[in-house]
């Protein structure tokens, strides 16, 4: 699987394409779950470990948010609408420096969770397409 992290070039705001609802369909809520719980322990180990929350239910609550976001862009229950209001996601994050260097790490921590699963090569990629663009979107400081 070809999980390439695309350029950021800085201003430019490419369209974002959602991936495909299969990722819902076969991990269920369970496994989107787990699969951002595993992404969020590899980031509280990672380079930008500042960026998130070192209590422990602090943590267990944006993985929960988090999850929630990514089980309602793939297909599932609008979850994240109905807890927090419209994801905004940009404004949510405005006070977090992300740096397109913060971004690779984080992507990087998401291809280490995906190498893990076991689901066809399109609904891996689909997913990694997804994740690849939208993340060009957090980017706010440079």
């Not at 699969?35 to 239910?57: G, T």
């Not at 399109?122 to 400081?141: A, H, I, P, R, T």
Request: proline content about 6%.
């Amino acid at each position: 699987m070809d999980y390439t992290i695309s350029k950021y070039f800085p201003g430019i705001r490419p369209q974002v394409t959602l991936p495909s609802p299969q990722i819902f369909i076969l991990l269920k809520e369970e496994g989107i779950r787990k699969m951002v719980s595993d992404h969020y322990d590899l980031l509280k180990e990672s380079a930008i470990q500042d960026l998130f929350p070192k209590n422990r239910i602090a943590l267990e609550k944006a993985k929960e948010h988090s999850a929630d976001f990514f089980i309602q862009i793939c297909g599932g229950p609008d979850f994240f609408n109905q807890n927090r209001g419209q994801p905004r996601l940009n404004q949510r994050h405005l006070p977090f420096k992300i740096t397109a260097e913060a971004r690779e790490v984080w992507l990087n921590c998401y291809k280490t969770v995906l190498q893990k699963l076991e689901l066809p090569g399109e609904v891996l990629l689909s997913f990694w397409n997804y994740l690849d663009v939208f993340s060009k979107w957090m980017v706010n400081s440079y």
